[in-house]
C-alpha cells in the first residue's frame, strides 16, 4: 500500500503528461479551424507576393517622404 502511495505522489511525470495534453488541445484547435487557417494563408501568401511582383517593376523608383 505505500508503494501505491509513493507512486501516486510522485511528480515527475507530470509535466509531460502536460505537455502532451497542450499538444493535444492546439491540434483539435487546428483541425476544428483548418479551413479558416488555410484560406487564411492562402490569401496572405497571394497578398505578398502579389505585392512582391507589382513592387518589382518599380526599381529606381523611391517613396521617400523626406
Known amino acids: 500500500m505505500e ?3 509513493q ?3 510522485e511528480e515527475e511525470g ?5 505537455i502532451v495534453m497542450i ?3 492546439l491540434m483539435c484547435i487546428a483541425l ?3 479551413n479558416t487557417i488555410t484560406k ?5 501568401m497571394q ?4 505585392q512582391d511582383n507589382a513592387d518589382a517593376g518599380k526599381v529606381g523608383e ?5
Not at 14 to 18: A, F, L, S
Not at 40 to 44: C, P, Q, R, S, V
Not at 62 to 66: E, H, I, K, L, P
Open 23 to 25: 499538444i493535444a488541445a
Open 62 to 66: 523611391t517613396d521617400s517622404v523626406y
Open 47 to 50: 497578398n505578398v507576393f502579389n
Open 32 to 34: 476544428i479551424f483548418k
Open 40 to 44: 487564411f494563408a492562402t490569401n496572405l
Open 3 to 5: 508503494l501505491l502511495k
Open 14 to 18: 507530470m509535466g509531460v503528461v502536460e
Open 7 to 9: 507512486f501516486y505522489a
